[in-house]
């Protein structure tokens, strides 16, 4: 199978340097590809989104940060041709994503992980860290299982955790314990996008 026809999900965050086309960073294994795209900001994310799904994209997925306003945006431009999920926090993670939003908004950057489920992706090599100032960072990682995602969330010391790519329902608990009770977040589909979604995970 080509690069260009292996399916296709993108992953989608805010990134103020970015370019109005998208910052993309390319994660490839076991027959899929998961694409990392950063965005100017939440208005530019739409038509940014739109035209990778034109290009072939099966799958979205966006960060917390979008939250519902944002991802309607974003599921109103792409319409039936792709499922959009977005990040959403569980119960034991709930009182230190509040915490984290209240830092963030009095100007306190916090350091960041994204873990991409990505099979066969070695997390040492397939990683990228971009630096927000003051010592916080953004950093993504593809990894092949949980364990590995256990395992790099243990190492690194940062105020947020978010799964992409496909985790299963216990990889939360089991990334947010290992990495301390950092909050992590999953993403989760709407009505309107659950089956489309099931449809690609199958494919």
């Known amino acids: 199978m ?49 035209r990778l799904v034109g290009e072939g994209a099966g799958l979205v997925e966006l960060c917390g940060g979008f939250g519902p306003v944002g991802a309607a945006r974003v599921i109103a431009a792409v319409g039936d041709r792709a499922p959009v999920g977005a990040i959403g926090y569980d119960s034991e993670s709930l009182a230190a994503i509040s915490r984290f939003h209240l830092a963030f908004l009095a ?48 190492q690194e010391k940062v105020g947020l955790i978010e799964l992409f790519g496909g985790f299963g329902a216990d990889a939360a608990a089991r990334v947010h314990a290992a990495a301390g009770g950092a909050p992590v977040g999953t993403i989760a589909f709407g009505i309107e996008s659950m089956d489309a979604a099931a449809a690609f995970r199958a494919a």
């Open 2 to 50: 080509s690069h260009t026809t292996l399916p296709r999900t993108i992953v989608i965050y805010p990134r103020p340097d970015a370019g109005p086309a998208g910052d993309l960073v390319e994660f490839e294994g076991g027959g899929r590809r998961v694409t990392l795209v950063g965005v100017p900001d939440l208005d530019e994310a739409a038509p940014v989104v739109e």
């Open 107 to 154: 100007g306190e950057l916090q350091s960041e992980l994204f873990l991409l489920l990505v099979p066969g992706a070695d997390p040492e090599r397939d990683r990228i860290v971009r630096e927000h100032g003051g010592g916080a960072r953004f950093t993504a990682v593809a990894v092949p299982d949980i364990a590995a995602a256990e395992r790099v969330a243990a």
